[in-house]
């Protein structure tokens, strides 16, 4: 409860100074565009499409999930988060924010993509949405436990995606195969391996973030 | 009301190789005001920020204790209210707005009565629904001692607590540490003679830099 208190704080917030959503909605409208430029009348493959997916998804990320911490940094406010409750509700709080942003941002990106891309035809959508969603968990645990471990730091900026490339490699990896899986048609069964991959990774990396938050936060 | 406890065993800290404080042994007690005083760069923030638990010490440690119940680290925030120049709240939302949201994320009810009362007092009243950020320094200063004292700490301590006040300002905010004192544990850390001369003990710092 208090910690979506705090999630409920920070949405307010975001919406009264757009810290985060506007970075994220010119980066995805810039990085498609770009794209459509480059691609031109040329006919991309569909395996491309589904990686350009995660491209932009991972960059996006890179642009807007730090914000979570860094702009309480940037405010000077993050004493009065110590302050106001213990680093299990402040992960927490943070943790839901970027999760709602980045199914947000994931579900805009998603749509554009096969609304702009005739070849991006996903054949089995039930496991895609299994990728999705465990993706999108992933990527919001990871970057908010990197977003607290820069904010603290100068050159934030250059931090943050150096920082998150090795952390989330294994998970984009796993995404581009389920992605490419789902469009080739195949079963959920048939994918198993990858989906338990991606089910450790968030176990994993949720543990991880939980247990190490306390010390990064007190430092 | 519990007595509140904060013993300093030994502390010591250093920011690199610079020594700021050495061996401080010291117990508050509630319905005291302590005072911490000494030259800038000293220490003063220093210390009350590892009274707080916002920064940890080099050596030594803090022990807080709510009558005969050890506090927990993770449960120090709901026992202290903190005033200092380097606390900022939310530059985007109003004075009333920043104390709901405080008073919600502490998972405690927004008592809306005391923080009228506290309004008043601090002469914020008229102004409760104005963004922060079109407050002056001295506002926002006021306004501080109103997220501080709301959860009805047992433990305040204030850093410099009537930096950028007015005269009216440095009245309300004394007449609240006397208020304070009846029942709970104050400590000021401050170098203007007038703040120092409401404690009834000093630490001074320079006593502990070698």
Not at chain 1, 78 to 96: N, R
Not at chain 2, 83 to 90: A, E, Q, R
């Amino acid at each position: 409860m208090k910690a979506f208190s705090l999630y409920k704080k920070d949405w307010q917030s975001e919406l009264r100074t757009r810290y985060a959503i506007n970075a994220l909605a010119m980066f995805i409208l810039v990085t498609i565009s770009v794209i459509m430029f480059s691609v031109g009348n040329e006919k991309i493959t569909e395996y491309l499409t589904g990686g350009l997916l995660w491209v932009v998804i991972f960059f996006s990320a890179m642009s807007g999930l730090s914000r979570a911490f860094v702009s309480e940094e940037e405010r000077g406010t993050t004493m009065t988060l110590h302050l106001l409750a213990s680093p299990s509700t402040i992960f927490s709080g943070k943790l839901i924010f970027n999760l709602v942003l980045v199914f947000l941002m994931n579900f805009v990106i998603t749509i554009l993509f096969s609304m702009l891309f005739p070849s991006f035809i996903i054949k089995n959508v039930v496991l895609f949405l299994i990728a999705f969603l465990l993706g999108n968990v992933g990527i919001a645990v990871s970057s908010t436990i990197i977003a607290a471990i820069i904010s603290k730091a100068s050159s934030k900026g250059t931090l943050y995606p150096v920082l998150s490339f090795p952390i989330l490699l294994p998970l984009i990896l796993t995404l581009l195969e389920l992605t490419k899986f789902s469009m080739d048609g195949n079963s959920v069964e048939a994918s198993s391996v990858e989906i338990f991959v991606l089910v450790c990774y968030d176990v994993i990396m949720g543990t991880a973030s939980y247990l190490l938050f306390d010390f990064i936060w007190k430092e | 009301m519990t007595d509140y406890s904060v013993e300093l065993n030994n502390l010591t800290k250093y920011f690199g190789r610079r020594l700021i404080f050495n061996g401080i042994s010291f117990n508050f007690t509630s319905q005291n005001i302590y005072g911490i005083s000494g030259p800038n760069g000293s220490g003063k923030s220093t210390l009350v920020k590892i009274i707080a638990n916002l920064n940890s010490a080099t050596k030594g440690k803090v022990v807080h204790k709510s009558g005969e119940k050890l506090i927990e680290p993770e449960e120090l925030h709901n026992y202290i209210g903190f005033v200092s120049p380097y606390l900022f709240l939310y530059d985007e939302f109003t004075a009333e707005e920043n104390l709901i949201h405080s008073s919600r994320i502490r998972g405690i009810h927004y008592g809306k009565e005391k923080a009228d009362h506290l309004f008043n007092e601090l002469n914020l009243f008229d102004r409760r629904n104005d963004l922060v950020r079109g407050y002056s320094s001295g506002m926002k200063q006021r306004l501080k001692f109103i997220f501080a004292l709301l959860h009805e700490p047992q433990l305040l301590i204030f850093d410099e607590p009537t930096s950028n006040l007015d005269a009216t300002g440095k009245e309300a905010v004394y007449s609240i540490i006397k208020n304070e004192l009846k029942n709970n544990l104050v400590i000021i850390a401050s170098n203007e003679e007038t703040d120092l001369s409401l404690c009834g003990r000093v630490i001074e710092l320079e006593q502990f830099k070698s």
